[in-house]
């Protein structure tokens, strides 16, 4: 399968707007407002796009045209919202905009198999691009989060380690989190710290994913096969 990231378009229907953990599946209906979703009006229900005081309005814009980042069925974005470990790799498959092969042969657990997330979880394990999805519900942390954007970008642990990236940071190493602040995709704390378990919320992974499609189509953009780039491991 090939991932195509950065390069995803919004269709001519009109981008579903789900709740991920309760009705994942859900889609608007046509007869929707489309007043109510344009750019640079309010782009969910709980947003005002005049208001200043939030700071990743901007970053939601690129999302929301390109159909990556979805929202609640009821209309809301839920910024403040903790991300769990199931919605990261739904994200991330949207990002990437490529076919998610729910027929996979993977062992999942029977929780993973039971879960609304099950294709994503698979496509998430498939590529190794998350590990721990014992608990599809636990809340994500800012660490793994960086990981996944970075290796669905094709960013492979054994290059980064041979770049001999500066660390910035006194309470991580990963290279994938390194890689990431010196293509200013991420930054730290104010007391110069990342720190990599923090729970992470949904405004904050719209910023990293949007950065992240910034960055690499400032480079001409990016064309990865995961299935060539896990070859050579």
Known sequence: PVLVI????????????????????REMGDNMPMEKWKI????????????SSLWYTKYLELLYD???FSGY??????GANDVTAAEVAKIIAEAAEHAVDAEYDLDL???????WASKYLKNAL???????????????NRQEVVEAVLKAYGFV????????????????????????YQLEIIGGYPDNTFRPD???????????ITRAIEVLEEDDGVETTLDEVFEER
Request: glycine residues 6%.
């Open 157 to 180: 642990e054994a290059d980064l380690v041979a770049e001999n990236l500066t660390d910035p940071f006194p309470d991580t190493d990963n290279v994938f989190v390194l890689k990431a």
């Open 6 to 25: 950065g390069t995803a378009m919004r269709s001519e229907k009109m981008i579903d707007v789900e709740s991920m953990k309760e009705v994942p599946e």
């Open 73 to 78: 069925a009821d209309g809301r974005f839920g």
């Open 126 to 140: 498939k590529y190794r691009l998350m590990s721990n999805l014992n608990d599809p519900d636990r809340s994500a």
């Open 40 to 51: 640079g009006a309010s782009l969910y229900n709980d947003i005002d796009s005049n208001d």
């Open 198 to 208: 923090g729970k992470i919320n949904r405004a904050e992974v719209a910023k990293i």
């Open 109 to 115: 657990t029977a929780k993973q198999r039971m879960h």
């Open 66 to 68: 390109r159909g990556i």
